[in-house]
T-cell receptor, first 117, second 111 residues
């Protein structure tokens, strides 16, 4: 089955620790995205990538880092510089090959709930 | 003004009634509009997209777009308890390479 796989489902971070959230897709989508969702709030964009080895900052990139070494993979690292990391993190992808009909439609993974110990 | 605004609710409707969800956006030249449904603890899923003024119907769902008023709505007819979820409005704003999401409206359908 095609889809987006995020792991782990739950993650706990200690003070001063970096943690990495995994996101893998087998949809052959060009673009991948990381969003953060806090209770009662909409999704806010952290980083996005439209092509391998290239990525752009979103609205709330501070304290996060990403890499895009393979088309299928877009891991997110939450660094110790992110002082309020507790949130639900969502990875998404979209197909850029079909123009507006496809490139603006996001497919989401199941999410990772990150909490601070 | 926020880029995309929704009434956070909660909105409660009885089973079988019509649920009406509203969204306003700030970018006058936005061309695409999306409604996502998100069940508690789950990821959002796309349920409707609309690009032209007027109505678009898909089963029990109808999206309505009025670009002059910068307003997009989602109507759910014959509401079912399984429709209970948070509905997110999303708009790609001009010059931005991503979707802006509203805070979502939490809908509860009462059996």
């Amino acid at each position: 089955d095609g889809g987006i796989t995020q792991s782990p489902k739950y993650l706990f971070r200690k003070e001063g620790q970096n943690v990495t959230l995994s996101c893998e897709q087998n949809l052959n989508h060009d673009a991948m995205y990381w969003y953060r969702q806090d209770p009662g709030q909409g999704l806010r964009l952290i980083y996005y990538s439209q092509i391998v080895n290239d990525f752009q900052k979103g609205d709330i990139a501070e304290g996060y880092s990403v890499s895009r070494e393979k088309k299928e993979s877009f891991p997110l690292t939450v660094t110790s510089a992110q002082k309020n990391p507790t949130a639900f993190y969502l990875c998404a992808s979209s197909d850029l090959s079909g123009g507006r009909a496809t490139n603006e439609k996001l497919f989401f993974g199941s999410g990772t709930q990150l909490s601070v110990l | 003004q926020k880029e995309v605004e929704q009434n956070s609710g909660p909105l409660s409707v009885p089973e079988g009634a019509i649920a009406s969800l509203n969204c306003t956006y700030s970018d006058r030249v936005s061309q695409s509009f999306f409604w996502y449904r998100q069940y508690s603890g789950k990821s959002p899923e796309l349920i409707m997209s609309i690009y032209s003024n007027g109505d678009k119907e898909d089963g029990r769902f109808t999206a309505q777009l009025n670009k002059a008023s910068q307003y997009v709505s989602l109507l759910i007819r014959d509401s079912q308890p399984s429709d209970s979820a948070t509905y997110l409005c999303a708009v790609p704003l001009t010059g931005a390479n991503n979707l802006f999401f509203g805070t979502g409206t939490r809908l509860t359908v009462i059996p």
